[in-house]
C-alpha cells in the first residue's frame, strides 16, 4: 500500500508563504493536493501527471505551484499569497486514493492575522 505523509502545515498570515511536503513511500506517477476547509467538503487543489504537466483549482491558480522530487519522492505545494479562504487541512493522495476514500493525516494550514 502506498504510504504518504504531509507535512509542513502552519499559521501564517494572509499574503505569506507555505511550502507543503508530502513524502512518498514510492516513485508515484500521478499525485495531488487536496482540501477541506472547517465545515466544508474536500476538494482537489492541484495535480501532478507523470508527464510533468499539472492542474490547479481556479481559486489557486497563479499562487500555488505543484511540483516533486523524484529522487527523494517528494511531493510540494508552494503556496504564495494566501488569504484567509485557504484555511484548511491540506492532504496529498494518489487518485486512486482518494477515489476509495483512503486519506493520511493531513496537514493544517491556518490563514489569519
Known amino acids: 500500500q502506498v504510504q504518504l505523509v504531509e507535512s509542513g502545515g502552519d499559521l501564517v498570515q494572509p499574503g505569506g508563504s507555505l511550502r507543503l511536503s508530502c513524502a512518498a513511500s514510492?516513485?508515484?506517477?500521478?499525485l495531488g493536493w487536496y482540501r477541506q476547509p472547517p465545515g466544508k467538503q474536500r476538494e482537489v487543489v492541484a495535480i501532478i501527471y507523470s508527464d510533468g504537466n499539472t492542474y490547479l483549482e481556479d481559486s489557486v491558480r497563479g499562487r500555488f505551484t505543484i511540483a516533486r522530487d523524484n529522487t527523494k519522492n517528494i511531493l510540494y505545494l508552494q503556496m504564495d499569497s494566501l488569504k484567509p479562504e485557504d484555511t484548511a487541512v491540506y492532504y496529498c493522495n494518489t487518485i486512486q486514493g482518494s477515489m476509495r476514500g483512503i486519506w493520511g493525516q493531513g496537514t493544517q494550514v491556518t490563514v489569519s492575522s
Open positions: 514510492g516513485s508515484i506517477s500521478t
